[in-house]
């Protein structure tokens, strides 16, 4: 069964950074792309930033403060997040599309963790 766990989410000032990670683990045959997904109350669930490879795509209201990366070796997605303003406050989920089987490949979450920016 694949499992992701996410850690990193915190309380922080405005201008302040926190860095995400989440790592993969189970019955993997392949990560096929991983990313970084957020939703506030209310709101619905919107994409910050995915990884495939070596390409990367960001969202407009995150281009210039947040990075993805990935340590394959280690089934690690990180969210380096910087500048951070009030509007990010957010439950954030990881995200990994994995193949687990030779023909059958899905879409796994994390349980989310709670990043919270004061003024």
């Known amino acids: 069964q694949v499992h992701l766990v996410e850690s990193g989410g915190g309380l922080v000032q405005a201008g302040g950074s926190l860095r995400l990670s989440c790592v993969v683990s189970g019955s993997i045959l392949r990560i096929n792309a991983m990313g970084w997904y957020r939703q506030a109350p209310g709101k619905q669930r919107e994409l910050v930033a995915t990884?495939?490879?070596?390409?990367?795509n960001y969202a407009d209201f995150v281009k210039g403060r947040f990075t993805i990366s990935r340590d394959n070796a280690k089934n690690t997605v990180y969210l380096q997040m910087n500048s951070l303003k009030p509007e990010d406050t957010a439950v954030y989920y990881c995200?990994?599309?994995?193949?687990?089987?030779?023909?059958?490949?899905?879409?796994?979450w994390g349980q989310g963790t709670q990043v919270t920016v004061s003024s």
């Open positions: 990884i495939s490879d070596l390409i990367t």
């Open positions: 995200n990994a599309n994995i193949r687990t089987r030779l023909y059958f490949t899905d879409v796994y």
